[in-house]
């Protein structure tokens, strides 16, 4: 079979699943009374229950089974929502979350968690939970299973009551699995038939006598009417033994009674309707909660499919550019209309790129929720109360990047936690609610995708960032800094440790990896932070990874490209601004501050230094490295957007080159990346950034 | 002829088995993701055999019953009832309801075909 497999159907659905369960159980938070929310709680763990079954992952299924149990209850109001309530739901779904991810990968979970909170369910179950036995038997109809027998004759006496008919059985049918037994012999009973015109077509008035020789066990016989149990007479009795009689329910009534002619029984599937063609599922994304609205019409893409289409209209977009470039080569009197078509080309390839791009971006919502486990987690370990808020979370961003973003934004969210919030009575002394805000917030501004985490907290201690920073010799001593540019100290490496900062946000990782992950996404992130009021941490992304806006430069005589979200500032240096350092170095004066340069063409082996200090440009860059450095490249030619291409996947990794693209002329460019330039700068031996000390951006 | 099975159930992983197993065993197979759905195509679709969920959104698997077996369009084909509890009170509901059988999940393959057929009376 081709595509992705049932089970990983399965898990897929499971993702959908246990967001809506995350959802529902907020909105339960909210209105513990509204049926609709409950059922759909209710229905997500069911699912995930009846599909893990499938798989036989007993592990999910038991405690989905035990969790759906409480749940049921609450459905049937016979345990009231409350507080404590919510919270032990929340970690159900927390584990639950866990079992998947577990059962997926292959991997264990914590079977202390799960007795603890088994044992917390059951306590909602009362008496009645030994009684729920949890039976998960497929219904068996395996014939061989009974041991031979020496045959026997029985005697079974059937008469239906409507609701058989009703039902949709077919008493001839019960006959040819009986007669799969044995020797049958079925004889009608008609005595009971009314005259012609006294017929209700809807009244069962037939019944059979049925003698059966068999070396099957009267239990199998049993089974055969298994279904219809309840809904006719019944009695089986052998010769040698007396006859036993199986207690009837009361005869159902169901449908109207008034006598309806439409009705024929027994049912006859009619051929002649098979031929009419039958539409199919026509949307496949019901997933159990988002049914209030109605689910909108969607279609499941294998994502490599995607990612092929965006491949190739990257080779449209560059195709358009190098048409649109030969054509200007041509040099022919411009043709008014030539010149009209081909810039509507060009905006028909962006309109295309812009559309399969959005296939790949994704509501940053899942990503979201699952940093509300993350604060309730961290309030937990550190006795604060906290509550997450989520605002726009419908925001689309692509795939990639939610899925890189999950681990600095749960670094952030737990340090926001752990450090931004103060204690209950701390709050409370400072007039504030005791459970802390944290503000999660996602928005397309100007092409970027904007990304805020803002608690309400105390703010920074600049002077204790200060004083660490002055500690950890990350700044001079008799540092004068800015505000903005203390609470930039905090992205430093080496700025946080694991010493030093609580067990739960700490764990040796620092802003600075949050920095590094969100730059590697093209990305930025930056602080503001009010005393008493608050900090804000601020995640600038792209919108996607597949172009980029770049400088078109010159290093040497090769054409590069470099992002222009990592330039600060583009510099034609005076003579007088550049001065050598040591033997090897230079530095170039920036508004007083001295900054190292670096010469990109030397770097990359592919041209010696440039000599002559007004030629070229200077680029200023800010890295984790060494803070701010200047690029020294020849020209700068153009700026525009380029197609992202792997160069590892076509070619092999260049150091100091993160990608590479294809431009109007159709000439491959390597496009730089400025961390490992400084990287391979460093390892070059003597070099201006091993002589200088760090600088930093200054603000302002 | 080929037995034509409307599947009813709100689990994508469900129908895909139900999907698999029953088109291997020669079925034409069609499903409906919601209970709701599943009444609004039945009539096109037409089919021999109907297996629906209980727990759906929308509309139940209780709901699908009554809407099948009442009114003046009310069919006789018989209804199975997918279910992840074997309770007796289930069955009985069920039964109640109009359901012709029942199949507890997770079925296995043979077992849900074998019901399917003794239900229709055809080999597939």
């Known amino acids: ?700 | 002829m080929t037995t034509k099975v409307l599947a009813i159930d709100d689990s994508r992983t469900i129908r895909n088995l139900l999907r698999v197993s029953l088109e291997g065993a020669g079925f034409e197979f069609h499903s409906a993701c919601d209970g709701e759905e599943g009444v609004e195509v039945f009539p096109d679709v037409d089919p021999d055999v109907v297996i629906t969920d209980i727990n759906m959104p929308k509309l139940d698997g209780f709901g699908v019953i009554d809407a099948l077996r009442s009114g003046p369009n009310r069919t006789h084909v018989p209804i199975l009832v997918l279910t992840t509890e074997s309770s007796d009170d289930l069955k009985s509901r069920a039964r109640d309801a109009g359901a012709t059988g029942w199949i507890v999940k997770p079925f296995d393959d043979a077992s849900l075909v074998s019901v399917l057929r003794r239900l229709t009376g055809h080999a597939a």
Request: proline share 5%.
């Open chain 1, 1 to 700: 079979m081709s595509g992705p497999s049932i089970r990983d159907t399965f898990f897929e659905e499971c993702e959908e699943l246990l967001e809506a369960l995350v959802e529902g159980l907020s909105q339960m938070e909210e209105d513990g009374q509204n049926m609709d929310v409950i059922n759909a709680v209710f229905r997500s763990v069911h699912s995930i229950k009846g599909g893990a079954g499938a798989f036989g992952l007993d592990q999910l299924v038991g405690f989905a089974h035990t969790f759906e149990t409480v749940l049921d209850k609450v459905r049937d109001g016979e345990i009231a929502v409350s507080e404590p309530l919510m919270s032990l739901f929340h970690r159900s779904g927390d584990h639950l979350s866990d079992l998947v991810a577990a059962a997926r990968d292959g991997t264990d979970t914590q079977a202390e968690t799960e007795a603890a909170l088994t044992a917390e369910l059951e306590q909602h179950l009362g008496e009645d939970a030994e009684e729920e036995e949890f039976s998960f038997d497929a219904l068996t109809l395996d014939l061989d299973a009974a041991p031979p027998l020496a045959e026997l004759q029985f005697v079974i006496a059937f008469s239906p009551h409507r609701a058989l008919y009703q039902n949709g059985h077919e008493p001839l049918l019960l006959f040819d699995a009986l007669a799969e037994l044995g020797q049958i012999e079925v004889t009608a009973t008609h005595d009971t038939l009314p005259d012609f015109d006294a017929f209700d077509p809807d009244d069962a008035l037939l019944s059979w006598r049925i003698t059966l020789t068999t070396a099957e066990s009267e239990t199998t016989l049993h089974e055969v009417f298994e279904f219809v149990e309840g809904l006719c007479d019944l009695t089986i009795s052998t010769e040698e033994r007396p006859a036993e009689i199986i207690p009837f329910e009361p005869m159902t009534e169901l449908g109207d009674s008034d006598g309806d002619a439409s009705a024929d029984h027994p049912p006859s599937p009619d051929p002649g309707a098979a031929a009419n063609a039958a539409p199919v599922c026509k949307s496949t994304t019901s997933s159990a909660a988002k049914d209030a609205r109605g689910p909108k019409p969607t279609l499941r893409v294998d994502l490599d499919r995607v990612d092929r289409l965006i491949n190739t209209v990257g080779e449209l977009i560059i195709n358009q550019a190098m048409v649109s470039q030969r054509i200007e080569e041509l040099d022919i009197p411009t043709v008014a209309h030539l010149t009209n078509e081909l810039e509507a080309y060009k905006l028909l390839a962006r309109d295309i790129q812009e559309g399969v791009m959005a296939i790949r971006a994704q509501p940053v919502k899942p990503l979201f929720q699952r940093m509300s486990r993350i604060v309730r987690e961290a309030s937990d370990a550190t006795e604060k109360k906290a509550k997450l808020v989520t605002v726009g979370d419908a925001t689309e961003v692509d795939k990639t990047v939610i899925e890189r973003l999950a681990d600095p934004l749960t670094h952030m969210i737990r340090n926001a936690v752990d450090h931004g919030l103060e204690q209950p009575q701390t709050r409370i002394e400072a007039g504030k609610d005791p459970t802390g805000t944290i503000r999660l917030s996602a928005a397309h501004r100007s092409g970027s995708v904007f990304i805020e985490i803002a608690d309400d907290g105390a703010g920074l201690d600049r002077e204790r960032v200060l004083a660490k920073a002055i500690e950890k010799q990350l700044v001079p001593a008799d540092a004068d800094l800015s505000e903005p540019e203390i609470d930039n100290l905090l992205f430093l490496p080496g700025f946080s440790t694991a010493g030093q900062v609580s067990n739960l946000s700490g764990r040796g990782v620092g802003m600075d990896v949050v920095k590094n992950a969100v730059q590697a996404l093209g990305g930025r992130v930056s602080i503001t932070s009010q005393h008493g009021k608050g900090t804000t941490f601020t995640i600038v992304l792209p919108l996607t990874l597949a172009v980029m806006d770049g400088f078109v430069i010159s290093v040497a005589d090769q054409t590069m490209v470099i992002p222009i979200a990592s330039i600060l500032e583009t510099i034609r240096p005076r003579t007088a601004d550049i001065h050598p350092v040591g033997t090897d170095c230079e530095v170039v004066s920036v508004r007083g501050s001295y900054v190292p340069i670096i010469d990109v063409a030397e770097n990359l082996n592919l041209a010696d230094r440039i000599t002559d200090k007004t030629t070229g440009i200077l680029l200023l860059v800010e890295t984790e490295l060494q803070g701010l450095v200047a690029l020294r490249i020849a020209a700068i030619h153009d700026q525009r957007q380029v197609v992202i291409k792997s160069l590892e996947s076509n070619y092999a990794a260049i150091p100091g080159v993160s990608a590479a693209t294809i431009l109007g002329d159709g000439k491959i460019a390597l496009i730089l990346d400025p961390e490992e330039l400084i990287r391979l700068a460093q390892s070059r031996g003597p070099d201006p950034v091993n002589q200088l000390p760090r600088m930093e951006l200054r603000h302002g």
